[in-house]
């Protein structure tokens, strides 16, 4: 999460190097190289990601009416292996993939998003964008990917409220009828964005998701743009 000018940034059609870290993408598998400096207390952050996708999506589309921001799930299911030498750590599971890409500055058409990602029982993947346009009405993208990563929509479920978060920040989850949602787990709380694992309701189904909240008006406020060079510094 740092940011780097121009001349440390280098592409070729199977590789993406930014500053000392490096993606390389080989057929069948994405190696992800990390050697950074952690913020705001540094210390280095070194180690090796591999994703290997169980199938590869070409699915693109709109987020917005305007078509200028756009999503999609390069991997909808994938196996994640991490091994870390500083600080010492390693771990392995199931893993996702995807791009979000923009013509214009995300402040732009968006107010807030809540999206969430959930494997279901026969091995397919479900994934919720459900977003708040600053104009026009709000745009809710309800998918299923099967383990070939061929996708058809489906019907989404009601929004529920979820707890507000340390930063007060409201969120909500489309979870089936009934089901109440619930989180398990905070991977990351900030002023504008918020990373949980919940239990809800999907599909007919109790599913584990990835959800996320992010609220654009709160992302581009002044106190929040002074305080991202400490999040996301900025070197050569």
Known sequence: MTERRRRSVQR?????TVGPSRLEWDGTCLT???????????????????????????????L???????????????????????????????????????????????????WSRASLRDGSTAVIYDVR????????????FDREAKVESFEPPPRQPLPRTAWRMGRTMRTDPGTQATVTQTLEDTPFYVRSVLSSGLLGET??????????????????????????????
């Open 32 to 62: 992800i190289d990390i050697d950074e400096v952690g913020v705001p207390l540094p210390q280095r952050v070194r180690g090796r990601v591999r994703v290997h996708p169980h199938a590869l999506s070409p699915f693109v589309t709109a």
């Open 207 to 236: 599913v584990v998701s990835m959800h996320e909240t992010l609220n654009v008006l709160r992302l581009t406020s002044t106190a929040v743009q002074l305080m991202l060079p400490w999040r996301m510094p900025r070197t050569g």
């Open 12 to 16: 070729t059609a199977q590789s993406f």
């Open 64 to 114: 917005d009416d305007g078509g200028r921001h756009r999503w999609g799930p390069i991997a909808p299911a994938a196996t994640v292996e991490a091994r870390f030498d500083r600080p010492g750590m390693s771990w392995s599971g199931h893993g996702y993939l995807d791009s979000n890409e923009g013509d214009e500055p995300i402040e732009r058409p968006f107010l807030e998003w809540d």
């Open 133 to 144: 346009q600053k104009a026009g009405a709000d745009r809710v993208l309800a998918l299923r």
